[in-house]
């Protein structure tokens, strides 16, 4: 099998056919050269994303750069039966990137042009190579503002972020991705186009296509382009930060926290284990050590007095919830000293150790409950778990580190503790995927969470979008089975 | 032909079986005696809704009190082909609730339990026979928030509003329903049940069945409850009433307007011949006459000064744009007493003559394009158009109105303005349905509006959710022919 070798985990048997040299040279026919890499070593680096320690050789990587190009692959690639996994920046967390059945790995990167930013229908519409922050700079400048906010954002790209539907601290205040979908250009299995909604803010004509594109994972089609909806920008922000002698107090503060204002944006909690180890690695402002948990909260308002105001009824909340002393940051270069520790740790905790980062999610009044699940669940399998997230969300990234453990305790340990955590989770109504998507690694636990009926729809719908089963095989579905 | 007689549209020949007395049996066997309605008088109360003035008679009318009765009625269904229609308030527009095939309507009426609010996690769990404006206000009564505002929302309930997807005047600011749900509790056409989602506010374990099922128009499963996401409430409001000279300038100011301020929630407009038409049934506060146009604004803001602040900004882009002088009401009765002419429009419109109510919407910018082909088809057709709606969303109810005119000259006219209306607004890439849905009447459009290639997937989704096609036939699909 192409591609298996002592670095790779060995590609799953395969029921499709390889990429032979016919498949190459009618890829070559419809694509510049420079959009062809064969070499090993230019295919090694589409060969991993942020998942764990996961590696699966692509036979071929195309990188085209036009939707007609991408019609033209997938057109092949139907026809011969050939595997695709359209890739993003290769920043997912589930495997949703790796092609586990060797095929062609279709990187979206030279698909990287903001077509326009309408300033009049304040909309952009853009290309999915385009990475995140460079879309929001683009219509900052305009004045506008494209709230989806995921940590990775400034090397993340559009793609990723609707294949998965991304999300981040804002989207507490303005939703995941989704929300600011209006409409899709997408390429189907057999290399058809498809458009779905448009630039209108409401539109009911049909079965929505657009917000079931959206979040699956690049398994029903590969979209190329996507309008998105934008807003006057939020104002003027403050952020707080709110240091708690327990975990456990923390979590069963947000709740409250999340009721008082419709001015907060963002509700985070950060573990005092993940601060250290962003410690390790950068200096931490010293109101930021010693807690056992930090919440960090932002508010925005165009009324500096209105956004004091919601600060004071926001410290008044904390401290009867158990924080202590509250910090404001006011100016933007202590917010932004501030939030950088937050956005730093997921770096920080996959530079420490290999880990298994669980996105466990709970309706908001149980996040006491989860951090709870997350410590015992480690302490019983001798773990180390670090918990940071989004918990105004009820989202926290329980993360699992492996330190110096062996291969087969490690994914032995792993495996229970992330068998037990969600077990736990799924009881107190949560779910196991808040923002990162089923991917590869999660699927065991699909059925469990949405239960057999919705799974078998799902398959359904599967086979309507591509029914040769080419695209981004063994994601999402727990058992696919190429037709 | 059961229900065929001179009152009614002669239901349309059928490939499905009817409701025998085997059939009534076996619904007799599952449901309580009130819950079989077989009279003709009971079933002529379903034998419409707010669609023009078609009428089809159902064979037997159901209401279940149940989730556990509406699926042995389908399971009932499924096994003797009967086709099912799922039905609201009867308050839809483009005739989603009309039993066209006769046979059995599935009223959700009895199914009007508010299951629970839940502050601590900010979401309501409701049964889809809740009114609107019932939800609306039990969770008001907890200090929170749920924005879905359709004008019809003093009678219609939350199962029409999945159904359709159904927005309001405050959809500016909150986005339409879709925006609000977080999951599903569905009967699928074989009678089994799927739960969808939950109660996390982020949650992307597979495709997103949630999303697809609203505004899928009961044609893949019924809902029988959802759990809503609410919010803080927005804080006091403001409303400013903005008249001008030209029903163009309006429409071309609204662009401007939307972009200058978040605490905006809300940009109607309504024409000269539209108040006019309410002040005919109900006396009209003076300020509102004599302009050719009107745009209604409303602000939110926690803070007195934050919203003066947003209003006088407002107010200098209205005059800039061509406004008479604006009047800002801040009192809660000078609202109401505003908003009402707004809110009986619909009603006045359709209490004065037989209509056609064409849901046109366009990109933001579009409007006064959309104002002109309103005015310019009707002129064409010899027929009185007024237009009013939901300007900041680019979504104008365009009402021709049939007058004096005799069957066969409206019908023609009608469908000849239909049609020269929506080509024009297809040409500046609007849509034919913003918030009504295809339902029956608009069916002719969809292929034109979303593609060939998306009608085709469209028809697919469908077979995965009802392959015997008994789930409200004759609604979105085009030619859905029963398998």
């Not at 099998?1 to 419809?30: I, K």
């Not at 929300?179 to 049909?206: F, I, M, Q």
């Not at 420490?352 to 015992?376: G, H, I, M, Q």
Request: aromatic share 4%; charged share 30%; hydrophobic share 40%.
């Amino acid at each position: 099998v192409v591609g298996a070798g002592p670095d790779y985990h060995s590609p799953v048997p395969s029921p499709y056919r390889p990429v032979t040299d016919g498949v190459l040279s009618r890829l070559r026919e419809v694509l510049l050269d420079e959009e062809v890499l064969r070499d090993e070593e230019q295919r090694q680096a589409y060969a991993r994303d942020e998942t764990e320690d996961l590696r699966f050789l692509p036979e071929v990587v195309v990188t085209p750069s036009s939707t007609a190009e991408v019609q033209e692959v997938l057109r092949i690639a139907h026809e011969e039966r050939v595997p695709v996994t359209p890739r993003g920046a290769g920043t997912g967390l589930s495997g949703g990137a790796l092609p586990t059945r060797g095929g062609i790995v279709l990187s979206c990167e030279r698909l990287n042009t903001i077509r326009e930013v309408d300033e009049r229908d304040m909309v952009a519409e853009a290309e999915v190579g385009v990475v995140t922050d460079d879309l929001r700079r683009a219509v900052a400048e305009r004045g506008l503002f494209y709230p989806p906010d995921p940590s990775s954002s400034d090397v993340c790209t559009l793609g990723g972020n609707l294949a998965e539907d991304a999300a981040g601290p804002r989207s507490l205040r303005y939703g995941s991705t989704r929300h600011h979908v209006l409409g899709l250009e997408a390429v189907l299995a057999d290399g058809s186009l498809l458009r779905t909604g448009g630039r209108n803010r409401k539109d009911v004509a049909g079965y929505d296509l657009t917000q079931l594109l959206v979040g699956s994972e690049g398994t029903l089609a590969v979209i190329t382009a996507a309008v998105l909806r934008l807003q006057p920008a939020p104002g003027e922000t403050l952020s707080l930060l709110a240091p708690f002698d327990s975990l456990d107090a923390a979590a069963a503060a947000v709740e409250a926290v999340c009721r008082v204002t419709p001015r907060l944006l963002a509700c985070e909690l950060v573990e005092r284990e993940a601060v250290e180890t962003v410690a390790r690695v950068t200096p931490v402002p010293d109101e930021l050590r010693g807690a056992e948990a930090i919440l960090f909260l932002e508010l925005a308002s165009e009324d500096e007095g209105a956004l004091f105001e919601a600060a004071s009824a926001l410290e008044a909340v904390l401290r009867e919830r158990g924080s202590g002393e509250v910090k404001a940051a006011r100016q933007a270069a202590d917010q932004r000293r501030l939030w950088e520790v937050r956005r730093r740790v997921g770096a920080a905790v996959k530079g420490r150790s290999v880990y298994k980062e669980c996105d466990a999610t709970v309706p908001r009044s149980r996040l006491a409950e989860l951090v709870r699940a997350a410590r015992e669940t480690a302490a019983h399998h001798d773990l180390l778990a670090l918990c940071y997230g989004h918990a105004g969300d009820g989202n926290l990234h329980v993360n699992l580190l492996r330190g110096d453990l062996d291969d087969e305790t490690w994914s032995d340990r792993m495996a229970a503790a992330e068998e037990e955590l969600f077990e736990r989770v799924l009881a107190v109504g949560g779910t196991v995927t808040g923002e990162h998507g089923i991917g590869l690694t999660q699927r065991r636990f699909l059925e469990r969470t949405r239960g057999p009926r919705a799974v078998e729809i799902m398959r359904g719908l599967k086979g309507v979008f591509d029914p040769r089963g080419i695209l981004n095989p063994d994601k999402v579905l727990p058992d696919e089975v190429a037709r």
